[in-house]
């Protein structure tokens, strides 16, 4: 057997996340209290008393899937499936879609989840890439080239994780048609749509463009609520069966109150105000993000993310991105994401929807490490 693939990213943040001064690795924005969400329904911890903390349906109570099913253009609450956070959507679809042998063409770069999944099943990886002097759009004859008649599966993540590029409805329908031509699946991990930065229009899902889509979503990035470990899988209905098939054998359900806030999360009246909340975090963090990095003259190269809480940003020293990534986390306690996580050194993730003290503080951090580097 091949050996074992870990995720090198999600290993790095598991051990150091929640034990660094200043956090600068995660992707979402910082999350509610329980209070916060409720109150924006017009209720309070209290009217959660009454809940009955039983195994809730499944495949996602019938309310729940219907509420998602709402956001997809023709989908019903057959068409979703409700999981333990869009990473065991990612899982249960390579899982289902996928055997020893098969092969899939993945974006890069990209959230690693995928990536590492289909190549611990055994799956012939190819990539084809986000092209940075192009503004990290996808290079479309790579794609072409890339994908055969042996492909079963392209994977995308849209808006991007880590660049956050969204797609431009031209290369959705390109990608499409490509999948299409050899009756590839396309999985699409839409995590971020919802925390777009320069727009209020939410990024278009894949569901629905073609009928061999499984579409991600998930409470944590767009809605802030990563603890509440909700996340969907949007696709045809004997599709996600399969997949219910396997979430039998992973987590069986997510839990009763994850089922219930998530419901109340997506509703008409409450949805609004969590992508405005999002919204304000990454549209008051972004600026402070670009001053720091400009005030280090040609040190940083900071490519304007569409959406999502993150920047992948090109630094100019002379140290690779995970030993600075150690010197940073080892000196000064605070964590960043290093480009080597996504196949490209000398590129930093970092984190800016925050409360505007701590990521100022955190920023401050990496400077002081940034002081000591040769030649700066
Ligand atoms: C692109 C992408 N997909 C999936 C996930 C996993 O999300 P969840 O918390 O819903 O499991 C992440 C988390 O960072 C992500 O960035």
Known sequence: MAEFQPFVMERMMSKWENVVDFNLSESGVHPLTLSELLAMAGQSPADLGDVLINYPQANGTVELRQTVANYYPGATADNVLITTGAAEANYLTIHTLLAPGDEAVILMPNYMQVW????????????????????????????????SSKTKLIAVCNPNNPTGRIMTEAEMSAIVAIAAKVGAWILADEVYAGAERETDTVTPSFYGRYDRVVAMGSMSKAYGLPGLRTGWAVGPANTLDEMWARHEYTTITTTMLSDKLTALAMSPQVRPKLLARTRKF???????????????GNMFRVFPPQAAAIAF??????????????????????????????????YLRISFGLPKDYLTKGLARIDAVLATLPGH
């Open 116 to 147: 590492g999944i289909a190549k611990n099943l055994g799956v012939a990886v190819k990539t084809a890439h986000l092209v940075e002097e192009r503004g990290w759009a996808p290079d479309l004859d790579e794609l072409k080239a890339k994908v």
């Open 313 to 346: 940003i090109r630094y100019n020293a002379d140290i690779n991105s995970t030993a600075l990534m150690e010197k940073l986390r080892q000196q000064q306690s605070v964590l960043i994401v290093p480009g080597d996580h996504f196949g490209l050194d000398r």
């Open 282 to 296: 990454i549209r008051d963090g972004y600026p402070i993000l670009t001053a720091w990095a400009a005030a280090r």
